[in-house]
């Protein structure tokens, strides 16, 4: 039940219909970002404390300067040589590339990569996590969703983290250089959070491995691309630890969730009822904790409100979206995060009580209108 009742709040991933249940994959076993065994963090070297062996979470973020300096002119010079191979853009994209996303329908994480995927009208097949067993992914030891597996002629890469899985697939839509070797430039970082817990971090998560000119033509401008790392980073740092606290805030709303959890995910007769009850039950208690941990007022609506008007006021009244005319990946990020609460409690009053509602659907219209292309 510990893992049932991860599903829709910060640290657990959530549920979808299911596409496809091929058999588990057997994967290269390489050292690789983003492959089994890897997790996220954009940042410098972990800063190491003299005679202790905990690294803290946050070092991995506080190095993404230094480190996504040096990875992208090390990829500058090795794009010179891949550029003399065909771009991706002179093939289909569904030609070159087959994915397939492990993944908790209701997870805000995955949310997030079918958000993306939609809107570059990405084709991928979905295979729905059972969130007890997890046999579907037993051939990773990555043990986390959203997992992604992406096949791209003979080449067969698993990228692990939502972060790590939109900025990887979106340095190759735009640079056009193979996936197996822009995944190198995310590498995994071993670090201890502020729970004493070992987890394990991406360097770089939120850096598009792009050339001058590909960063450019993307961005027009240095300031577009700080402002949408980072925002992408608060919506990872923020916005997803507000979800659960308020989806889980009273007993009958607990309830309510874990109804469409269970109507969502992939469980069986007992599995399901369980999930339903004594997962309700627990996750109404560990959002008080969840509360606490993050400071959050007494009343977590005003935090899903407040951080809601913040993101509207960056967005400011004069473009329709962070991006310009179109959705930047800060944009698709936000919105996959709330998407998740979709039908509860929580997201009609989020809707209600806030701003954010005109740029939620406007979102929602672009990546429709994609999916049509």
């Not at 473009?319 to 930047?328: I, V």
Request: with cysteine.
């Amino acid at each position: 039940m510990a893992q049932a009742a991860r599903v829709l709040w910060p640290r657990g991933r959530a549920l979808a219909w299911r596409l496809g249940g091929s058999p588990a994959p057997r994967l290269p076993v390489q050292s690789r970002a983003g492959f089994a065994g890897a997790a996220g963090g954009p940042g410098p070297a972990a800063i190491a404390r003299k005679g202790s062996r905990r690294l803290l979470g946050r070092a991995a973020l506080a190095l993404g300067g230094a480190v996504g300096l040096y990875y992208t002119a090390r990829w500058h010079l090795r794009a010179q040589d891949l550029r003399a191979q065909p771009s991706a853009a002179q093939l289909s994209l569904s030609d070159r590339l087959q994915l397939t996303l492990y993944q908790y329908k209701t997870c805000p994480f995955c949310s997030k990569v079918r958000a993306f995927l939609d809107f570059h009208a990405l084709p991928y097949q979905v295979v729905e996590v059972n969130p007890v067993r997890r046999a579907e992914i037993k051939f990773s030891t990555y043990r986390k969703v959203p997992i992604l597996l992406a096949q791209e002629g003979e080449s067969l890469q698993q990228l692990n983290d939502s972060s790590v899985i939109i900025s990887a697939l979106k340095s190759y839509l735009v640079s056009g250089q193979p996936l197996d070797v822009i995944i190198t430039y995310y590498p995994p970082m071993k670090a201890t959070n502020d729970q004493g817990k070992e987890v394990t971090e991406f360097c770089n998560k939120y850096w598009l491995m792009l050339d001058e000119k590909e960063a450019q033509r993307m961005y027009g401008g240095k300031e577009a691309r700080t402002e949408e790392m980072k925002w992408r980073q608060w919506a990872d740092d923020w916005l997803v630890h507000l979800i659960s606290p308020n989806v889980y805030r009273t007993p009958t709303e607990a309830l309510a969730s874990f109804d469409y959890i269970v109507r969502e995910g992939k469980f069986g007769a007992v599995e399901g009822a369980m999930a339903k009850y004594v997962g309700a039950a627990a996750m109404y208690f560990i959002s008080k904790r969840l509360k606490s941990r993050h400071h959050l007022q007494d009343d977590v609506r005003e935090d899903l409100y407040e951080a809601a008007n913040k993101w509207v006021a960056a967005v400011g009244k004069d473009r329709p979206f962070m991006g310009g005319q179109k959705p930047n990946l800060a944009d698709l990020a936000v919105y996959g995060v709330l998407r998740v609460m979709e039908g509860l409690e929580a997201f009609d009053d989020l809707m209600r009580h806030t701003r954010i509602q005109p740029w939620y659907l406007r979102v929602e219209k672009a990546i429709a209108a994609e999916a049509l292309h």
